[in-house]
């Protein structure tokens, strides 16, 4: 009985595999088909437009911190990788000098103020003289005016007796008397005369005076405003024995220590803002030709594995890397072999999710710039 089923078997058997084969092929030749034209529409709808590089870093405008002044470390207020806030003290330099100099210069102000004041109450004591001097100019020129009208007075009543003696009407002792008034009242016009001129010479005088107290007090008040100016330095000099972050960041490369003397310009350490990371990313010159400010970037970070960014084009460089570098190719000499050059794309990224990780400076991503214009990426991001 085995004998006869198992012909009967061998020869279904061979049929039955070429048509499994023949769904099997067919089943298969539909999933490509039905891939590829998946892959062809997500490449028509969006895959053309993206433009991905691997050459991009998270950076961020940190500063390296350095005093103003010289001194000795008083206290170092931070530790390694602390978060601080704008204008939180990081180091403390010893401020005892700083304080007797802020002292020293207090005091050399106010005796510059002093001196000034002196030689402004020395002005108004002369302006009260040269008003006082004016005053006796106009008596004397008054005593002038009346001598002179007593001098006229004198003349013609010389001049009357003379006539009249002439006419033998008058007595000759007569002419005489009004001759003697007449020179009398000559010498008193000479005397008024140069009482005025006296006058007026001692108002000069007391001019010159004024003008030697008035430069005196315009140098005594470039004494005051030098005086000033040192103050205002010394408190500035005791201010930046605090020295402070410029800004909100994490603490790095702290190489200060208490008790160091430290000089200006010296890097005492590094404040990182962190929240202000950005990305540069470095894509080739035949990836630029869609590529403008506005456009939204996907960004994976190769330090977290599966999350997400996203982040917006914020400006191109205005030249390629080998343009900004310290030897510069030429080629204009010798055999030239085509380069394609990089520029350098800075992405700002969009803070979108709360409890995502920290990116720090110095991380490698990968970014991918969807080229599409920004209103077609709004709506679409928007439906």
């Known amino acids: 009985m085995n004998q006869a089923v198992e012909p009967a078997i061998l020869q279904s058997t061979p049929g039955l595999m070429q048509r499994h084969r023949r769904v099997l092929l067919t089943g298969a030749s539909l999933v490509t088909l039905l891939g590829v034209g998946l892959f062809a529409g997500y490449w028509w709808q969006w895959?053309?437009?993206?433009?991905?590089?691997?050459?991009?870093?998270?950076?961020?405008?940190?500063?390296?911190?350095?005093?103003?002044?010289?001194?000795?470390?008083?206290?170092?207020?931070?530790?390694?990788?602390?978060?601080?806030?704008?204008?939180?003290?990081?180091?403390?330099?010893?401020?005892?000098?700083?304080?007797?100099?802020?002292?020293?210069?207090?005091?050399?102000?106010?005796?510059?103020?002093?001196?000034?004041?002196?030689?402004?109450?020395?002005?108004?004591?002369?302006?009260?003289?040269?008003?006082?001097?004016?005053?006796?100019?106009?008596?004397?020129?008054?005593?002038?005016?009346?001598?002179?009208?007593?001098?006229?007075?004198?003349?013609?009543?010389?001049?009357?007796?003379?006539?009249?003696?002439?006419?033998?009407?008058?007595?000759?002792?007569?002419?005489?008397?009004a001759s003697a008034s007449q020179a009398k009242a000559r010498a008193a016009v000479t005397e008024a005369r140069a009482q005025v001129a006296r006058q007026q010479a001692q108002c000069q005088v007391l001019q010159a005076r004024r003008q030697q107290v008035q430069a005196r007090i315009a140098e005594s008040q470039a004494r005051v405003g030098e005086a000033q100016a040192n103050l205002a330095l010394a408190r500035n000099a005791l201010n930046d024995t605090a020295i402070r972050a410029p800004f909100d960041g994490v603490v790095g490369q702290r190489k200060v220590r208490r008790q160091q003397y430290v000089m200006p310009g010296l890097p005492l350490l590094a404040v990182v803002p962190v929240e202000q990371a950005y990305v540069i990313a470095h894509y080739k010159e035949t990836q630029l030709q869609h590529m403008a400010p506005g456009q939204s970037v996907d960004i994976a970070v190769d330090s977290f594995a599966g999350q997400r960014w996203r982040g917006r084009v914020e400006s191109i460089a205005p030249g390629s890397g080998s343009v900004f570098a310290l030897l510069p190719p030429d080629n204009a000499t010798g055999n030239f072999t085509k380069i394609v050059q990089r520029f350098a794309v800075k992405i700002r990224l969009v803070a979108d999710e709360a409890n995502a990780p920290a990116i720090l400076p110095g991380m490698s991503v990968i970014a991918t710039v969807d080229t599409r214009p920004v209103s077609q990426q709004d709506s679409s991001h928007g439906g």
């Open 47 to 177: 895959g053309r437009f993206l433009e991905e590089t691997d050459d991009a870093y998270v950076r961020a405008d940190w500063v390296a911190v350095s005093p103003r002044i010289a001194g000795y470390v008083a206290q170092v207020l931070v530790e390694d990788n602390q978060p601080v806030k704008a204008g939180d003290v990081l180091v403390r330099l010893d401020e005892r000098d700083f304080i007797e100099q802020l002292r020293s210069t207090q005091a050399r102000l106010q005796q510059a103020r002093a001196a000034a004041t002196a030689r402004q109450s020395s002005l108004h004591t002369l302006d009260a003289r040269l008003g006082e001097q004016q005053q006796r100019i106009a008596q004397a020129e008054a005593a002038l005016h009346s001598s002179e009208a007593e001098a006229q007075r004198a003349r013609l009543d010389y001049l009357r007796y003379r006539d009249l003696v002439g006419q033998q009407i008058s007595t000759r002792q007569r002419l005489e008397t």
